[in-house]
């Protein structure tokens, strides 16, 4: 196995509003659709549709969300012996995008909740085969810390995607991975710092480096990412602005998880950090051309010929 992804799941509701209702009024919106989502299964899906193999580690619950979540793992060739099931309502996300493709989520964790510490070290022998362990927040954060136990005890080098933003999380404990990938507001709970421009949002992430991560990627929307990289003692060794690319969005919903997907394939591949982020960057954009969350996600064939025709030599297909 490539990645082993221990995190949430969700069916998302999106609904596309004119405009959001304002205390006590009700409006009709044009569109709606349903879709599988949840930080975890969204990051595990992008990267198993480029080509990874993806082995999931998640709790769903016995509702029919939970059986369109697995029936979408076995589409999408994901392995699902280490899913969960509980009793209760699995994962739902209700999710609102204004014409502006801009988006609003509330999570309601639900089976979430169900993956528990136990739960990984049972499962510690597969895990242990896999080159990459990518864990996000959307499950108990007790089982998050594991998660990162468990890496580091393993020798399995640790993504961590601080999301969604909480105070919850510990510095110490993010330093403790290999990759840390926050948006600004993420950073800024995370260091304690303020990120109001791109000096201090360096700053803020150089506090991460310096306590140990090996690689601290901040995504900064529309104006791309920052890398830092760091050796064992904390030292800057390298640092890039990977610019992001430009496109017309319809939705955004789940591009943040497609970008830590594509950049988790090309790493467990074999890619160079900045050729990861310069393609993940690229994957990202193109999922935000697309209505919904993994239903904009494309396969490495379609990925690639969109690559090709915007003269982007960075496609990510399983014959680049
Ligand atoms: O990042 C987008 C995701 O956030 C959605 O799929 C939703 O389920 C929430 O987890």
Redesign the pocket.
């Known amino acids: 196995m490539d990645i082993a992804v221990i995190g949430?799941n969700?069916v998302?509701l999106i609904t596309y509003v004119t405009r959001m209702p304002v205390d006590g009024e009700t409006i009709e919106a044009p569109d709606f659709s349903i879709g599988c989502?949840?930080?975890g299964s969204?990051q595990a899906v992008a990267a198993a549709r480029l080509g990874a193999e993806v082995l999931m580690v998640t709790c769903v619950g016995d509702d029919a969300f939970a059986s369109m979540t697995l029936e979408n793992y076995r589409a999408n060739g994901i392995g699902i012996d280490l899913v969960k099931q509980v009793p209760g309502t699995s994962g739902v996300?209700p999710?609102f995008v204004d014409p502006d493709s801009h988006n609003r989520?509330i999570?309601v964790k639900g089976a979430n909740n169900g993956l528990a510490p136990e739960d990984l070290e049972a499962a510690a022998d597969r895990i242990a085969q896999c080159r990459l362990i990518v864990v996000q927040l959307?499950i108990r954060m007790e089982t998050v810390l594991a998660a990162i136990d468990l890496g580091n005890r393993l020798g399995v080098p640790v993504l961590l995607n601080p999301?969604p933003a909480s105070p919850d999380l510990d510095l110490e404990w993010a330093a403790r991975c290999d990759y840390v990938m926050p948006n600004e507001t993420e950073l800024a709970l995370l260091t304690g710092m303020p990120v109001e421009d791109e000096a201090q949002v360096r700053e803020a992430a150089m506090v991460l480096l310096r306590r140990g991560c090996r690689h601290v990627v901040v995504t900064l929307g529309s104006r791309g990412v920052l890398w830092l990289h760091g050796d064992e003692d904390g030292a800057l060794l390298e640092e890039a602005l990977v610019p992001s690319v430009q496109v017309e969005a319809v939705d955004t919903?789940?591009a943040?998880?497609a970008f830590i997907g594509c950049f988790a394939r090309c790493l467990t591949r074999g890619d160079a950090v900045p050729q990861a982020l310069a393609t993940a960057n690229a994957y990202a954009a193109l999922s935000v051309t697309g209505r919904g969350?993994q239903t904009s996600y494309p396969d490495a064939d379609t990925f690639d010929q969109w690559c090709s025709a915007r003269g982007l030599a960075r496609g990510c297909g399983r014959t680049a």
């Open positions: 949430s969700n998302d989502g949840g930080k969204n996300a999710i989520i999570i959307e999301a919903t789940g943040g998880d969350t």
